[in-house]
């Protein structure tokens, strides 16, 4: 079975940075890894589960949600089973419990624990 981790969040200021690692392992994550488009996910209290970024298997096509356009950057290592989420220009509304996950909503993995990011005003 596969397990995603998730790190790096923290409790950060307004306009400021975090880097978020999510690191899939277990009995077949590294070709499941490596052969599925992956994404960040965010919930905030009170809302449902979104989508924030995406990322194809071969790190060619990413796309984001409107609301971190421009400020968030996905990337990934397909050798380190590891996709990353830089986050620029933080603002109090990106305030949520991060996660990763396929990015087919139809083949998700088990939920990791996620990471809690607070961003302060």
């Known amino acids: 079975q596969v397990q995603l981790v998730e790190s790096g969040g923290g409790l950060v200021q307004a306009g400021g940075s975090l880097r978020l690692s999510c690191v899939a392992s277990g009995v077949g994550s590294g070709s499941i890894f490596r052969i599925n488009s992956m994404a960040w996910y965010r919930q905030a209290p009170g809302k449902q589960r979104e989508v924030v970024a995406t990322?194809?298997?071969?790190?060619?096509?990413?796309n984001y949600a409107d609301s971190v356009q421009g400020r968030f950057t996905i990337s990934r290592d397909n050798a380190k089973n590891t996709v990353y989420l830089q986050m620029n220009s933080l603002k109090p509304e990106d305030t949520a419990r991060y996660y990763c996950?396929?990015?087919?909503?139809?083949?998700?993995?088990?939920w990791g624990q996620g990471t809690q990011v607070t961003v302060s005003s």
């Open positions: 996950n396929r990015a087919n909503a139809n083949l998700l993995l088990s």
């Open positions: 990322i194809t298997n071969g790190g060619g096509t990413t």
